[in-house]
């Protein structure tokens, strides 16, 4: 029987791309959007949910259930941005980026347990960032939440295997999305003592977005990922430099490291 696929955020981005790849490869996919409405033209079904309301969760849960049986593979992918000095990001901000970005997905992870246990078989991808593995300036917030699924992911892996449900990380570096233009950016003030640097590093990570990979990388990670029999914990998909840079921070000296972040985004 073809698998069940659950993909948060599948509207646009990374999900969408996903979402198309793996309905060519004949498997049963759901999408999720806070606005399905808006997009008439999805290869495969898209339903109402917000991570940030869990009643719309479980809505969907019992919709797929009841139609094809079962969820196979859960992909949290639903997200968003945020950019700015930490001094200078509003708290309601950062406290959405979080309940979004960490807080959303366990809501979903929990609602697919009792499911998964039921069926005793299940694949749960969560889709983090490499910018998790480092404390990037003035993405600081986005960094911490990612870092945080990441780790939780760790965690909750080492849980649930006894129930033979499989859990991991895919972390993409920079793709050629819509995220630049969703994300909170905090306002380049004018008497801002960050202005100047903020400005420049704001304009760099845009460049980065812009000229990011094809999403279709992440979508063939992503099925590569589901028919492999034991998942990694870890997986990373960017360019060879942000790969490296993981390693790296591993092999540094802290302060070594600091400094070669420092000079990338010109920052001395």
């Not at 309940?99 to 499911?115: C, D």
């Not at 909170?184 to 004018?190: A, C, F, G, N, Q």
Request: aromatic share 8%; proline share 5%.
């Amino acid at each position: 029987m073809s698998k069940v696929v659950l993909i948060t955020g599948g509207s646009s981005g990374i999900g969408k791309a996903v979402g198309d790849y793996l309905q060519s490869k004949k498997y049963i996919v759901y999408g999720t959007s806070r606005n399905p409405s808006r997009y008439k033209n999805s290869s495969f079904p898209l339903l109402q949910l917000d991570v940030t309301q869990p009643e719309t969760i479980q809505s969907v849960i019992s919709k797929i259930i009841s139609q094809s049986g079962k969820i196979d593979v859960l992909i949290n992918n639903a997200g968003v941005g945020i950019t700015g000095p930490i001094e200078e990001t509003p708290e309601v901000e950062i406290k959405k980026a979080f309940e979004t970005n960490f807080y959303g997905p366990i809501r979903l992870i929990n609602a697919v347990l009792p499911h998964m246990r039921k069926q005793k078989n299940g694949l749960i991808i969560n889709i983090t960032s490499i910018a998790g593995y480092m404390g990037l300036p003035y993405r600081g917030i986005y960094s911490a939440v990612k870092s945080a699924l990441s780790i939780t992911t760790e965690a909750f892996r080492m849980e649930t295997k006894q129930f033979e449900i499989k859990m991991t990380n895919i972390a993409p570096g920079d793709f050629a999305t819509n995220i630049a233009s969703g994300r909170y950016h905090s306002p380049i003030l004018d008497d801002s003592p960050y202005k100047k640097m903020y400005s420049s590093t704001l304009q760099m990570m845009n460049e980065h977005v812009y000229k990011g990979q094809n999403p279709i990388t992440m979508a063939k990670k992503v099925h590569q990922v589901i028919e492999t029999k034991n998942p990694k914990v870890h997986y990373r998909v960017g360019n060879r430099l942000q790969k490296i840079s993981v390693l790296l921070k591993c092999l540094l000296p802290s302060k070594v490291y600091e400094k070669m972040l420092l000079n990338h985004y010109k920052l001395k």
